[in-house]
Structures are given as structure tokens and as C-alpha cells.
């Protein structure tokens, strides 16, 4: 299946090595068999057009999951964030887009949170009972590779800077200056301020 799919890639775009197509990252048979959801970002100079494509794969969470609409909500974010990021260059789009992975992380997960709670349907609370469990897992965090912090601390993060600005200052003006400076430019203290956010407990005014 993957092969077919590459080979139809190659028909449609043959400035496409089969090659770098069949030893992509991500396939098929990875998300078959770990499940996930990922954004693949195309823009370069090297192709003619730009895009963002969303894959939601059946498992980790499947479609009959809850977490499934939230998870298609926080990858959307991700094409939110990219398209503030116009430039062609794979140097500035890193830049500016920051590879650590909270930067991007911590928006999409509290925005998706945010905005899922809101919508139709949505359960009352729903927003309290996600970001109390995110709470819980700031309060033991371990040494070495925990990606998943991104997401939790990170969520923290972003609703933190929310409560002392607003959610407009984020969405929209946080996005457009952070999208054009060096983040150390902007924001000196962040590990200082991630310090306190985990020090901080579930008493927080503004999820009561
Ligand atoms: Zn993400």
C-alpha cells in the first residue's frame, strides 16, 4: 500500500524522489500499527505548492474515542499557527516556528481545550476535568525525554499568559510578534515562569 502510494506521488509531483516517499517518517504501517495524528507542513522553495495535510490514524485515539474530535481540533491549530509563518525558507520557518516542542504545543493543546469546550454538545466541565488531570501531571516530573510535558505544562502555560492577557492578545497579537522575533527576544523569563506554573496548585482562580 505504501509503494502505491508513493508511486502515485511520484506520478503527480516528479520532483519527488520514490526514495525519500518510501523512507518518510511517518507511513502507513506506522500509524497502523502505533496510532497517532500528525501535521506534515509543505512549504518550501523547493516545492510549487504549500499545504497542510492532517493525518488521523484509527488507534491512540480511535475515531469512537472523545478524544478524537479534540485531537483533529489541536492538529488544525497547528496549520493555524504555521500559516502566521510566511516565509518559504526551512532556516526561518524553523526559526520562527521554534523546535522545542512546547512552543507550539502548549497553544494547540489549551486553544483545542478551550474551543472544544465551547462547542455544542460539549459537556459542562469538560474544560475543568481536562486541565485537572494536566494539572496532576505536573506534579511529579521526571529527569530525561518526557515529550508529554509539552503538552501538559505547556497547556498550563498558555492558559497562564491567557488569565494576565487575553485570549485575543494570544490568538492573535502573541502569534503575529512571536512568529517575528527570537523567542529569547521575547519572552526572557519562560523557564522561569514554567517554574512557577508547576509550583502553582489547583486552587488557580480561573478554572473555578
Ligand atoms: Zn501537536
Not at 45 to 64: C, D, L, R, V
Not at 123 to 148: A, N, Q, T
Request: hydrophobic share 30%.
Amino acid at each position: 500500500m505504501d509503494r502505491k502510494y508513493c508511486d502515485i506521488r511520484k506520478q503527480k509531483d516528479l520532483s519527488i524522489p520514490l526514495r525519500h516517499c518510501l523512507n518518510r517518517g511517518h507511513n502507513f504501517v506506522s500509524y497502523s500499527k502505533g496510532g497517532n495524528a500528525g501535521l506534515n507542513t509543505r512549504r518550501s522553495e523547493n516545492e510549487k505548492w504549500s499545504g497542510f495535510i492532517i493525518t488521523m490514524s484509527a488507534k491512540f485515539p480511535g475515531p469512537e474515542e472523545e478524544d478524537y474530535k479534540s485531537v483533529v481540533l489541536h492538529e488544525y491549530f497547528h496549520v493555524y499557527q504555521h500559516s502566521h509563518i510566511h516565509s518559504k525558507k526551512r532556516s526561518e520557518r524553523e526559526r520562527l516556528n521554534q523546535k522545542n516542542p512546547w512552543w507550539g504545543e502548549d497553544g494547540a493543546e489549551y486553544m483545542t481545550q478551550l474551543l472544544y469546550s465551547r462547542q455544542k454538545g460539549a459537556r459542562s466541565g469538560y474544560l475543568k476535568e481536562k486541565m485537572k488531570r494536566k494539572l496532576r501531571s505536573l506534579k511529579d516530573i521526571p529527569y530525561g525525554k518526557r515529550g508529554r510535558i509539552a503538552y501538559d505544562l505547556g497547556t498550563w502555560f498558555i492558559a497562564f499568559i491567557i488569565n494576565k492577557t487575553s485570549e485575543e492578545a494570544y490568538r492573535v497579537k502573541f502569534l503575529r510578534t512571536s512568529t517575528q522575533k527570537d523567542l529569547k527576544d521575547l519572552l526572557p523569563g519562560i523557564s522561569e515562569l514554567h517554574q512557577r506554573i508547576s509550583s502553582m496548585n489547583s486552587t488557580i482562580p480561573f478554572l473555578s
